[in-house]
Protein backbone atom coordinates (compact mmCIF):
# COMPACT_ATOMS: atom_id res chain seq x y z
CA UNK A 1 0.00 0.00 0.00
CA UNK A 2 2.74 2.74 1.04
CA UNK A 3 4.86 2.13 -2.61
CA UNK A 4 1.32 2.84 -4.36
CA UNK A 5 1.06 6.53 -2.78
CA UNK A 6 3.76 8.19 -4.94
CA UNK A 7 1.77 6.77 -8.09
CA UNK A 8 -0.99 8.31 -7.05
CA UNK A 9 0.61 11.21 -5.96
CA UNK A 10 1.70 11.48 -9.99
CA UNK A 11 -1.21 10.18 -11.55
CA UNK A 12 -2.91 13.28 -9.62
CA UNK A 13 -0.98 16.23 -9.85
CA UNK A 14 -0.46 16.72 -13.28
CA UNK A 15 -4.72 16.65 -13.58
CA UNK A 16 -4.86 19.22 -11.18
CA UNK A 17 -2.02 21.40 -12.65
CA UNK A 18 -3.67 21.15 -15.86
CA UNK A 19 -7.64 21.81 -14.75
CA UNK A 20 -6.79 25.28 -12.86
CA UNK A 21 -7.54 27.67 -14.59
CA UNK A 22 -5.59 30.99 -13.86
CA UNK A 23 -7.23 33.49 -11.65
CA UNK A 24 -8.27 36.81 -12.76
CA UNK A 25 -10.49 38.52 -10.44
CA UNK A 26 -7.93 40.81 -8.61
CA UNK A 27 -6.72 41.82 -11.75
CA UNK A 28 -9.95 41.64 -13.23
CA UNK A 29 -11.09 43.81 -10.44
CA UNK A 30 -8.38 46.32 -10.88
CA UNK A 31 -9.40 46.96 -14.42
CA UNK A 32 -13.09 47.85 -13.11
CA UNK A 33 -11.93 50.22 -10.50
CA UNK A 34 -9.90 51.66 -12.80
CA UNK A 35 -13.13 51.99 -15.35
CA UNK A 36 -15.13 53.22 -13.10
CA UNK A 37 -12.47 55.88 -11.61
CA UNK A 38 -11.07 57.60 -13.45
CA UNK A 39 -12.01 59.39 -16.12
CA UNK A 40 -9.54 62.24 -17.12
CA UNK A 41 -5.68 62.42 -16.63
CA UNK A 42 -3.33 65.16 -15.66
CA UNK A 43 -1.21 66.94 -18.21
CA UNK A 44 1.79 68.33 -16.90
CA UNK A 45 3.91 70.61 -19.66
CA UNK A 46 7.70 69.76 -18.90
CA UNK A 47 9.08 71.93 -21.77
CA UNK A 48 7.40 72.72 -25.65
CA UNK A 49 8.33 68.99 -26.74
CA UNK A 50 7.64 67.21 -23.78
CA UNK A 51 4.43 66.21 -21.49
CA UNK A 52 3.79 63.74 -18.26
CA UNK A 53 0.34 62.48 -18.05
CA UNK A 54 -0.80 61.61 -14.70
CA UNK A 55 -3.45 59.35 -12.77
CA UNK A 56 -5.12 55.98 -13.63
CA UNK A 57 -1.78 54.07 -14.19
CA UNK A 58 2.24 54.48 -14.16
CA UNK A 59 2.95 58.21 -15.17
CA UNK A 60 2.95 58.36 -19.04
CA UNK A 61 5.88 60.34 -21.09
CA UNK A 62 4.53 62.48 -24.31
CA UNK A 63 7.55 63.34 -26.52
CA UNK A 64 6.56 65.38 -29.59
CA UNK A 65 9.25 65.79 -32.36
CA UNK A 66 9.43 65.92 -35.99
CA UNK A 67 5.93 66.34 -36.72
CA UNK A 68 5.88 62.43 -34.28
CA UNK A 69 4.90 61.39 -31.00
CA UNK A 70 6.74 59.04 -29.05
CA UNK A 71 4.47 57.69 -25.48
CA UNK A 72 6.98 56.11 -22.73
CA UNK A 73 3.86 53.58 -21.02
CA UNK A 74 0.38 53.79 -22.26
CA UNK A 75 -1.57 52.90 -19.12
CA UNK A 76 -5.00 50.42 -19.23
CA UNK A 77 -6.04 49.35 -22.45
CA UNK A 78 -9.77 50.53 -20.83
CA UNK A 79 -8.74 53.79 -20.53
CA UNK A 80 -7.28 54.21 -24.46
CA UNK A 81 -10.26 56.97 -24.88
CA UNK A 82 -8.96 58.73 -21.97
CA UNK A 83 -5.46 58.84 -23.30
CA UNK A 84 -6.51 59.73 -26.42
CA UNK A 85 -8.41 62.62 -25.78
CA UNK A 86 -5.42 63.84 -23.17
CA UNK A 87 -3.06 63.57 -25.84
CA UNK A 88 -5.42 65.35 -28.56
CA UNK A 89 -5.14 68.16 -26.30
CA UNK A 90 -1.62 68.79 -26.60
CA UNK A 91 -1.07 67.69 -29.86
CA UNK A 92 -2.58 66.14 -33.46
CA UNK A 93 0.27 64.78 -34.32
CA UNK A 94 0.69 60.74 -34.81
CA UNK A 95 2.14 58.01 -32.58
CA UNK A 96 5.48 56.64 -34.19
CA UNK A 97 6.22 54.28 -31.13
CA UNK A 98 5.08 53.39 -28.01
CA UNK A 99 8.04 52.49 -25.20
CA UNK A 100 6.89 50.29 -22.42
CA UNK A 101 9.25 50.45 -19.40
CA UNK A 102 8.13 47.39 -18.13
CA UNK A 103 5.64 44.72 -18.46
CA UNK A 104 3.56 45.39 -15.45
CA UNK A 105 -0.35 46.01 -16.60
CA UNK A 106 -0.47 49.51 -15.16
CA UNK A 107 2.18 50.83 -17.40
CA UNK A 108 1.88 48.94 -20.61
CA UNK A 109 -2.01 47.48 -20.45
CA UNK A 110 -2.40 50.07 -23.11
CA UNK A 111 -0.40 47.54 -26.00
CA UNK A 112 -3.98 45.74 -25.85
CA UNK A 113 -5.61 48.97 -27.55
CA UNK A 114 -2.69 50.09 -29.20
CA UNK A 115 -0.20 47.18 -30.53
CA UNK A 116 -3.70 45.99 -32.77
CA UNK A 117 -3.67 49.39 -34.43
CA UNK A 118 -0.22 49.00 -35.81
CA UNK A 119 1.77 51.07 -33.88
CA UNK A 120 5.15 49.80 -32.97
CA UNK A 121 5.94 48.49 -29.15
CA UNK A 122 9.41 48.84 -28.18
CA UNK A 123 10.44 47.11 -24.56
CA UNK A 124 13.88 45.29 -23.19
CA UNK A 125 13.56 41.67 -24.19
CA UNK A 126 12.66 39.91 -20.75
CA UNK A 127 9.81 42.46 -20.42
CA UNK A 128 8.52 40.88 -23.55
CA UNK A 129 9.11 37.51 -22.75
CA UNK A 130 7.05 38.16 -19.15
CA UNK A 131 4.19 39.53 -21.84
CA UNK A 132 3.63 36.25 -23.21
CA UNK A 133 2.86 34.19 -20.54
CA UNK A 134 0.49 34.40 -17.59
CA UNK A 135 2.09 35.66 -14.60
CA UNK A 136 1.80 36.36 -11.28
CA UNK A 137 3.04 39.15 -9.48
CA UNK A 138 5.27 39.20 -5.95
CA UNK A 139 2.73 39.58 -2.99
CA UNK A 140 4.19 39.99 -0.35
CA UNK A 141 5.48 43.82 -0.11
CA UNK A 142 2.27 45.54 -0.92
CA UNK A 143 -1.45 42.92 0.40
CA UNK A 144 -3.45 44.75 -2.72
CA UNK A 145 -0.73 42.89 -5.14
CA UNK A 146 -1.86 39.56 -3.16
CA UNK A 147 -2.90 36.96 -5.84
CA UNK A 148 -2.69 39.39 -8.66
CA UNK A 149 -2.34 37.35 -11.90
CA UNK A 150 -1.60 39.12 -14.82
CA UNK A 151 -3.37 37.71 -18.14
CA UNK A 152 -0.72 37.27 -21.18
CA UNK A 153 -0.97 39.55 -24.06
CA UNK A 154 -1.76 38.27 -27.73
CA UNK A 155 0.40 38.45 -30.55
CA UNK A 156 -0.93 41.90 -31.64
CA UNK A 157 -0.23 43.77 -28.48
CA UNK A 158 3.89 42.49 -27.76
CA UNK A 159 6.47 44.69 -28.40
CA UNK A 160 7.85 44.75 -32.51
CA UNK A 161 11.54 45.67 -31.02
CA UNK A 162 13.35 44.88 -28.41
CA UNK A 163 16.73 44.93 -26.82
CA UNK A 164 19.70 43.32 -23.97
CA UNK A 165 21.39 46.36 -22.49
CA UNK A 166 21.22 49.31 -24.74
CA UNK A 167 19.39 50.68 -27.65
CA UNK A 168 19.41 54.14 -29.46
CA UNK A 169 16.46 55.70 -31.05
CA UNK A 170 17.01 59.07 -33.39
CA UNK A 171 13.92 61.46 -33.77
CA UNK A 172 13.97 65.01 -34.75
CA UNK A 173 16.76 66.62 -32.76
CA UNK A 174 16.63 63.68 -29.79
CA UNK A 175 18.79 60.77 -29.16
CA UNK A 176 17.08 59.07 -27.04
CA UNK A 177 18.96 55.86 -25.28
CA UNK A 178 17.02 53.01 -23.20
CA UNK A 179 18.95 50.86 -20.76
CA UNK A 180 18.80 47.90 -18.95
CA UNK A 181 21.12 47.52 -15.67
CA UNK A 182 19.48 44.49 -14.81
CA UNK A 183 17.50 43.07 -12.06
CA UNK A 184 15.61 46.19 -10.23
CA UNK A 185 11.52 46.43 -10.29
CA UNK A 186 11.42 43.63 -12.16
CA UNK A 187 14.21 41.59 -15.05
CA UNK A 188 13.18 43.49 -18.03
CA UNK A 189 12.77 47.89 -16.62
CA UNK A 190 14.09 50.10 -19.18
CA UNK A 191 15.26 53.53 -18.18
CA UNK A 192 14.07 55.92 -21.01
CA UNK A 193 17.12 58.77 -21.77
CA UNK A 194 16.22 61.68 -23.78
CA UNK A 195 19.51 63.03 -23.90
CA UNK A 196 19.38 66.86 -25.71
CA UNK A 197 16.25 67.30 -23.56
CA UNK A 198 17.85 65.99 -20.46
CA UNK A 199 14.96 64.08 -19.00
CA UNK A 200 14.83 60.62 -18.08
CA UNK A 201 11.38 58.60 -17.25
CA UNK A 202 12.73 55.74 -15.35
CA UNK A 203 9.47 53.11 -15.22
CA UNK A 204 8.68 51.72 -11.85
CA UNK A 205 12.79 51.21 -11.25
CA UNK A 206 12.36 54.57 -9.40
CA UNK A 207 9.15 55.71 -7.76
CA UNK A 208 7.52 58.85 -5.07
CA UNK A 209 4.90 56.96 -3.31
CA UNK A 210 7.20 55.65 -0.32
CA UNK A 211 8.50 51.73 -0.47
CA UNK A 212 9.51 50.87 -4.06
CA UNK A 213 7.74 47.65 -5.20
CA UNK A 214 10.03 45.07 -6.37
CA UNK A 215 8.27 41.73 -8.26
CA UNK A 216 10.15 39.47 -6.67
CA UNK A 217 8.45 36.70 -8.87
CA UNK A 218 9.87 38.22 -11.97
CA UNK A 219 13.22 38.75 -11.96
CA UNK A 220 13.37 41.76 -9.34
CA UNK A 221 15.42 42.21 -7.10
CA UNK A 222 15.70 45.13 -3.94
CA UNK A 223 19.63 44.69 -3.95
CA UNK A 224 19.12 45.34 -7.99
CA UNK A 225 16.92 48.17 -7.40
CA UNK A 226 19.77 50.33 -4.78
CA UNK A 227 22.28 49.39 -7.40
CA UNK A 228 19.85 50.87 -10.21
CA UNK A 229 19.38 54.18 -8.59
CA UNK A 230 22.93 54.51 -8.21
CA UNK A 231 23.42 54.05 -11.69
CA UNK A 232 21.04 56.39 -12.60
CA UNK A 233 22.38 59.16 -10.20
CA UNK A 234 25.48 58.95 -12.93
CA UNK A 235 23.02 59.41 -15.65
CA UNK A 236 21.68 62.64 -14.01
CA UNK A 237 23.15 65.78 -13.63
CA UNK A 238 21.37 68.71 -11.28
CA UNK A 239 19.09 69.96 -13.86
CA UNK A 240 17.61 66.52 -15.48
CA UNK A 241 14.57 65.76 -14.65
CA UNK A 242 13.28 62.26 -14.06
CA UNK A 243 9.57 61.39 -14.53
CA UNK A 244 9.39 58.59 -12.26
CA UNK A 245 6.89 55.60 -12.78
CA UNK A 246 4.43 57.15 -9.78
CA UNK A 247 4.54 60.43 -8.51
CA UNK A 248 6.04 64.27 -9.24
CA UNK A 249 8.76 64.99 -11.73
CA UNK A 250 11.85 64.40 -9.83
CA UNK A 251 15.74 65.04 -9.25
CA UNK A 252 18.91 63.53 -8.84
CA UNK A 253 18.44 64.80 -5.17
CA UNK A 254 15.64 62.62 -4.32
CA UNK A 255 17.25 59.33 -6.25
CA UNK A 256 20.08 59.93 -3.97
CA UNK A 257 17.78 60.36 -0.89
CA UNK A 258 15.90 56.87 -1.90
CA UNK A 259 19.43 54.95 -2.52
CA UNK A 260 20.58 56.00 0.80
CA UNK A 261 17.19 55.44 2.74
CA UNK A 262 16.82 51.93 0.88
CA UNK A 263 20.68 51.10 1.48
CA UNK A 264 20.49 51.67 5.19
CA UNK A 265 17.37 49.28 5.33
CA UNK A 266 19.23 47.22 3.01
CA UNK A 267 22.25 46.89 5.58
CA UNK A 268 20.68 46.73 8.60
CA UNK A 269 18.59 43.66 7.48
CA UNK A 270 21.18 41.95 6.41
CA UNK A 271 23.34 42.61 9.70
CA UNK A 272 20.22 42.04 11.65
CA UNK A 273 19.90 38.68 10.36
CA UNK A 274 23.28 37.53 10.37
CA UNK A 275 22.99 38.27 14.37
CA UNK A 276 19.73 36.37 14.98
CA UNK A 277 17.19 39.66 15.28
CA UNK A 278 13.82 39.43 15.05
CA UNK A 279 12.03 40.95 12.03
CA UNK A 280 10.49 43.36 14.57
CA UNK A 281 14.06 44.18 16.59
CA UNK A 282 15.35 44.86 12.17
CA UNK A 283 12.56 47.32 11.87
CA UNK A 284 12.79 49.08 15.36
CA UNK A 285 16.70 49.66 14.24
CA UNK A 286 15.35 51.51 11.32
CA UNK A 287 14.12 55.04 11.69
CA UNK A 288 10.95 55.25 9.08
CA UNK A 289 11.53 57.84 6.45
CA UNK A 290 9.15 56.89 3.62
CA UNK A 291 5.97 56.37 3.90
CA UNK A 292 5.65 55.46 7.66
CA UNK A 293 3.75 52.30 7.43
CA UNK A 294 4.98 49.79 9.60
CA UNK A 295 3.90 47.20 7.77
CA UNK A 296 5.41 47.87 4.35
CA UNK A 297 8.70 48.01 6.21
CA UNK A 298 8.66 44.71 7.94
CA UNK A 299 7.24 43.28 4.29
CA UNK A 300 10.23 44.41 3.08
CA UNK A 301 12.60 43.28 5.53
CA UNK A 302 10.79 39.86 5.15
CA UNK A 303 11.24 40.12 1.19
CA UNK A 304 15.05 41.18 1.21
CA UNK A 305 15.54 37.56 3.58
CA UNK A 306 13.42 36.09 0.73
CA UNK A 307 16.09 37.88 -1.91
CA UNK A 308 18.76 35.94 0.18
CA UNK A 309 17.81 32.67 0.42
CA UNK A 310 17.51 32.37 -3.39
CA UNK A 311 21.05 33.45 -3.65
ZN1 LIG B 1 5.63 48.05 -12.18
Known amino acids: MKSLIPTILIAIFPLVSYSQKPNFSVYNNQINMVKDEVKYFEIEKINSQFYMLVGGGGNVGVFISNGEVILIDNKYEILEDVLMTSLREITDKPIKYIINTHFHHDHSDGNRAFGKQGIPIISHQNAKKRMMEDVELYGGIYSFIKDFVQPKYDKASLPVFTYESKMTISQGNEEIELYN??????????????????????????????????????????????????????????????????????????????KNTLSDLYTKTVIGLKNGLSHGEISDSIEETLNGDANVKLNYIKSIELELSKD
Not at 235 to 253: M, V
Open 181 to 258: FGKAHTDGDSAVVFKNNNIIHTGDAFVRYGYPYVDLNNGGSIKGLIDFLGTLELLCDNNTIIIPGHGELSKKEDVTKL
